[in-house]
Each structure stands twice: as C-alpha cells, then as structure tokens.
Nanobody
Framework: QVQPAESGGGVVQAGDSLTLSCSVS?????????VAWYRQAPGKEREVIGT????????HYADSMRGRCTIYRNYHENRAWLHMNGLTPEDTAIYYC?????????WGQGTQVTVSS
C-alpha cells in the first residue's frame, strides 16, 4: 500500500507564505508516480492545485492558485513540495497530497491551512 503523508500546515496571517511537504510513509516515490496537490475549503468542492511527475518533474498548474504557488520535488529528500505565497483567508482549506501509481490514487490525511484576516 502507498501512504502519502503531508506536513507543514498551520495558522498563518494574510499575506504570508507557506510550504507544504509530501512524502511516502514508510516508502519512496518511484519514477512513474504522479504527485498532485489538492485542497478543499469548507462548503466547497475539492479542487486540484497542480501536478508534477516524479521522474521528469513536468509540472501542470490549475487556475486555482496559478501565479501564487510553485510545485517541486527533491530526490535527495524524497519529498514533493507545495510553496504558496500571498495567502488570503480564501485559501483556508485542507490541503491533500495525492499520488497516482499504476492507475491507483492514494490520498494523504490532509493538512489544515488556516489564513487569518
């Protein structure tokens, strides 16, 4: 089984930056993985933020946070990252790391990001 594990959430002030981390609990990423970051705000649908392939590092960004985030991965640390800046209260949500491996989606437990006004 593949178990993503997110970390880095917390309470921040409007205008702050924040970096979230995703790792594979008890394992590693592999070359055919696709890593995706999602978020779900209270009362709203889950939305994708962006994706990155583990091997080539090919990135795709959705419109949700385009221009205010960067997704990258680090082979040495065996982690994928979501860096966000210019946070607003509307960014308050649970942020999820998703790993697609061999046509199966694996979800982390999520990490809460709360942006105070």
């Amino acid at each position: 089984q593949v178990q993503p594990a997110e970390s880095g959430g917390g309470v921040v002030q409007a205008g702050d930056s924040l970096t979230l981390s995703c790792s594979v609990s008890g394992g590693t990423f592999v070359g055919d993985d696709m890593v995706a970051w999602y978020r779900q705000a209270p009362g709203k649908e889950r939305e994708v933020i962006g994706t990155i392939t583990w091997d080539a590092g090919s990135r795709h960004y959705a419109d949700s946070m385009r221009g205010r985030c960067t997704i990258y991965r680090n082979y040495h640390e065996n982690r994928a990252w979501l860096h966000m800046n210019g946070l607003t209260p509307e960014d308050t949500a649970i942020y999820y790391c998703n790993i697609q491996r061999d046509a199966v989606m694996y979800w982390g437990q999520g990490t809460q990001v709360t942006v105070s006004s």
